[in-house]
């Protein structure tokens, strides 16, 4: 009675319960997760609302139909909403990696079921056997503190409440209540590196010290204090590096070189630059260069990390070109167009301009598009031509500044201006002209 009231009061510590929470419990008919589902059903009186989810992979031939019907029968007994995937010949199984796709496969059935059923937290059955066997394969891969420190027992609305128990403690809950539960027996087979160490390494280190797992969950408990409070500075550090203009996140590359390849590290992998040697090259790239992640652009700006979401919006906005006008009518003596009418981004431009053009000298139709390598013109006021990469530099414009920046040009793609800031000469207006093209733009 004591143990099933430590891990009912282990349950509501973790979860808190409001009478908004809803939970899907993922259940396999092992003894943990039909403990995890035993429990909840104890409890919902206290207005517990949740249902079970169980995969049947038809990896084990009859035995995986018994599992489902001890978890379906359960939840018949007591009236719980059940929900099934039954592996078929359409979720086709890869030659290896089987744990990965059987992985991701279930959390895919779940995600679908809580969106359909409105079910917020997912609840899953692991416990202290299962958190030292990751601890021990983070080990083996150098994962750092955050590997060390284990599986979450709240993560993303992911509940893991038997995390303080051990599988044996499972066992003698699971007997005394008389709980069904079937054994996995493919968890016998040290196939896999997890059933590995499960079956080889953990009975020999439970062997050195009869308090071993006590020992092993204070150590993970110290661990995760540690991880909490250095991620608490390293966000803290990030803060005081961190500025903000209206589209995009800025961190100081000066102040974070102050700081560790660590602490660099830590702050960058959250947007999606995860490799250590990436890093290194981040901070010793040249003004202009770009990284990507699956989510973020980072450009390096001076002594600036700018970042940049990355949208489909965006990638289609840069490489659209705009029709500006397509001819000249030249039975009239002027033509004006406003830009306001025909840029969607016009509050980018924050200067008032009217560019003058002798019709008669332009190449149509005339177009607008952002900046590409080699560009050039004969910007007014200055004599010979220039690289408009240049002309960006002796402007000091950010990087951020230049990819907002439309140039004009013509049919031969030739740069008739920088929109606002400069016009070219070679086809302005001039004493001889007849025919007038004038564009403007008024704040």
């Given at each position: 009675?004591?143990?099933?009231?430590?891990?009912?009061?282990?349950l509501q510590?973790?979860?808190?319960?409001?009478?908004?929470?809803?939970?899907?419990?993922?259940?396999?008919g092992?003894?943990d997760?039909m403990?995890?589902?035993?429990?909840?059903?104890?409890?919902?009186?206290?207005?517990?609302?949740?249902?079970?989810?169980?995969i049947?992979?038809?990896?084990?031939?009859e035995?995986?139909?018994?599992?489902?019907?001890?978890?379906?029968?359960?939840?018949?007994?007591?009236?719980?909403?059940?929900?099934?995937?039954?592996?078929s010949?359409?979720?086709?199984k890869?030659?290896?990696s089987?744990?990965?796709?059987?992985r991701?496969?279930?959390?895919?059935?779940?995600?679908?079921?809580?969106?359909?059923?409105?079910?917020?937290?997912?609840?899953t059955?692991?416990?202290?056997?299962?958190?030292?066997?990751?601890?021990i394969?983070?080990?083996?891969?150098?994962?750092?503190?955050?590997g060390?420190?284990?599986?979450?027992?709240n993560?993303?609305n992911?509940?893991?409440?038997?995390?303080?128990f051990?599988?044996?403690?499972?066992?003698?809950?699971?007997?005394?209540?008389?709980?069904e539960?079937?054994?996995?027996l493919?968890?016998?087979?040290?196939?896999?590196?997890?059933?590995?160490?499960?079956?080889?390494?953990?009975?020999?280190?439970?062997?050195t010290?009869?308090?071993?797992?006590?020992?092993?969950?204070?150590?993970?408990?110290?661990?995760?204090?540690?991880?909490?409070f250095?991620?608490?500075?390293?966000?803290?550090?990030?803060?005081?590096?961190?500025t903000?203009?209206?589209?995009?996140?800025?961190?100081?590359?000066?102040?974070?070189?102050?700081?560790?390849?660590?602490?660099?590290?830590?702050?960058?992998?959250?947007?999606?630059?995860?490799q250590?040697?990436?890093?290194?090259?981040?901070?010793?790239?040249?003004?202009?260069?770009?990284?990507f992640?699956k989510?973020y652009?980072?450009?390096?700006?001076?002594?600036?990390?700018?970042?940049?979401?990355?949208?489909?919006?965006?990638e289609q906005?840069?490489?659209?070109e705009?029709?500006?006008?397509?001819?000249?009518?030249?039975?009239?003596?002027q033509?004006?167009?406003?830009?306001?009418?025909?840029?969607?981004?016009?509050?980018?431009?924050?200067?008032?301009?009217?560019?003058?053009f002798?019709?008669?000298?332009?190449?149509f139709?005339?177009?607008?598009?952002?900046?590409?390598?080699?560009?050039?013109?004969?910007?007014?006021g200055?004599?010979?031509?220039?690289?408009?990469?240049?002309?960006?530099r002796?402007?000091?414009?950010?990087?951020?500044?230049?990819?907002?920046?439309?140039?004009?040009?013509?049919?031969?793609?030739?740069?008739?201006g920088?929109?606002?800031?400069?016009?070219d000469?070679?086809?302005?207006?001039?004493?001889?002209?007849?025919?007038?093209?004038?564009?403007?733009?008024?704040?």
């Amino acid at each position: 009675m004591l143990k099933k009231l430590s891990f009912k009061n282990q349950l509501q510590n973790l979860i808190h319960q409001t009478e908004n929470e809803t939970f899907l419990l993922a259940v396999s008919g092992g003894a943990d997760s039909m403990v995890l589902a035993y429990l909840f059903n104890e409890l919902r009186d206290s207005g517990y609302k949740f249902q079970v989810a169980h995969i049947n992979y038809h990896l084990r031939e009859e035995d995986s139909d018994l599992d489902q019907k001890v978890v379906q029968d359960f939840c018949k007994k007591n009236d719980i909403k059940f929900h099934l995937y039954e592996v078929s010949e359409k979720d086709q199984k890869p030659e290896n990696s089987i744990q990965l796709w059987a992985r991701e496969l279930r959390y895919n059935f779940f995600k679908q079921i809580q969106e359909q059923e409105n079910l917020e937290f997912l609840v899953t059955a692991h416990h202290l056997n299962d958190q030292l066997e990751t601890f021990i394969i983070n080990l083996s891969k150098a994962a750092g503190i955050n590997g060390l420190s284990g599986i979450p027992a709240n993560d993303n609305n992911i509940l893991r409440p038997l995390l303080n128990f051990t599988k044996e403690e499972i066992y003698e809950l699971a007997k005394e209540n008389e709980i069904e539960y079937r054994e996995d027996l493919s968890n016998k087979k040290s196939d896999y590196l997890r059933n590995k160490i499960r079956n080889e390494i953990v009975p020999k280190l439970l062997e050195t010290n009869e308090h071993f797992l006590d020992n092993f969950k204070k150590s993970s408990s110290y661990l995760n204090q540690t991880k909490d409070f250095v991620q608490q500075q390293i966000q803290e550090i990030e803060n005081r590096s961190t500025t903000f203009n209206k589209y995009h996140k800025i961190l100081s590359k000066k102040q974070l070189n102050q700081e560790s390849d660590f602490v660099k590290f830590e702050i960058l992998k959250k947007y999606g630059f995860n490799q250590e040697e990436e890093i290194s090259k981040i901070f010793k790239a040249e003004k202009g260069s770009s990284f990507f992640s699956k989510d973020y652009q980072l450009i390096i700006d001076r002594d600036e990390l700018i970042l940049k979401t990355k949208t489909e919006d965006e990638e289609q906005n840069w490489e659209k070109e705009i029709l500006l006008i397509e001819n000249f009518n030249f039975s009239e003596n002027q033509i004006t167009i406003n830009l306001e009418d025909n840029i969607e981004d016009i509050e980018e431009i924050n200067k008032d301009f009217e560019w003058d053009f002798d019709a008669e000298k332009l190449h149509f139709p005339l177009r607008l598009r952002r900046q590409t390598d080699g560009d050039e013109f004969y910007p007014i006021g200055f004599s010979g031509k220039k690289k408009v990469s240049k002309f960006f530099r002796d402007e000091k414009l950010s990087i951020l500044a230049r990819q907002k920046i439309w140039l004009l040009t013509d049919s031969e793609n030739s740069v008739l201006g920088i929109v606002p800031y400069r016009q070219d000469r070679r086809n302005s207006k001039d004493e001889n002209t007849q025919k007038i093209l004038k564009i403007y733009n008024k704040k």
